[in-house]
């Protein structure tokens, strides 16, 4: 009886054995297989914003739209909204966002506007009613109302666009150049 016994423990062990192997044989190729996927796989960045207004995301290989636009208005922002206080925090801001290639550039422009802004002793605003992403081309078209005020006083107000160029390199967004929109009174900045 005892060869019985022993004979049935024997097949139950052998039975084990395989159950076992064949788990860690399932286990192992879906080791392999989550490896190779996570070897492929881009990865994607998640920034979080003090206030978030749209879902963005950004990866290696680019921005989502949503990233582009509120770049796009933040920028804008800093660009068309100035008063002499303001605008050498604003350059500073600005020149950290900016292409290498555009920074010299930008800095001249943004000097050049804070002395005729000490000079006349003027301010403008813009009030944004529309951004247009074209992420193809990494370009956010702002339109709205520029408003200018000289000591405090509004001197004019016009519709004006800009449209903000941007180039994505090293997983940084960054301004390329700006331009004013079609039907504007002058060329790019």
């Known amino acids: 009886m005892n060869a019985l016994v022993l004979e049935k423990n024997i097949r139950f062990l052998i039975y084990q054995r395989n159950v076992l192997v064949a788990i860690s044989i399932l286990v192992s190729l879906s080791l392999v297989m989550t490896s190779t ?3 492929f796989k881009s990865e994607r960045i ?5 206030i978030i ?3 963005f995301w950004v990866d290696s290989n680019g921005v989502s739209p ?3 636009e509120q770049m796009g208005c933040f920028l804008g922002n800093l660009l068309l909204n100035k008063s002499l206080q303001s605008a050498p925090l ?9 292409d290498s290639s555009y920074v010299g550039i930008l800095r001249q422009k943004l000097i ?5 802004l000490k000079k006349q ?6 009030f944004p009613k529309e951004a247009k992403v074209n992420l193809q081309a990494l370009e956010v078209v702002l339109s709205g109302d520029r408003q200018a005020y000289v000591a405090g006083k509004q001197v004019s107000s016009d519709s004006e666009g800009y449209i903000l160029h941007f180039t994505y390199s090293n997983s940084k967004l960054l301004l390329k150049s700006l331009s004013f929109y079609e039907g504007s009174k002058s060329g790019g900045v």
Do not use: G
């Open 46 to 50: 998640v920034i979080t914003p003090p």
């Open 37 to 39: 996927f996570l070897f």
């Open 90 to 98: 604003q350059r500073a801001v600005l020149l950290r966002h900016t």
């Open 121 to 126: 002793n003027t301010s403008y605003v813009f």
């Open 53 to 55: 207004e749209k879902e």
């Open 66 to 68: 949503t990233y582009l």
């Open 112 to 116: 050049e506007e804070e002395e005729a």
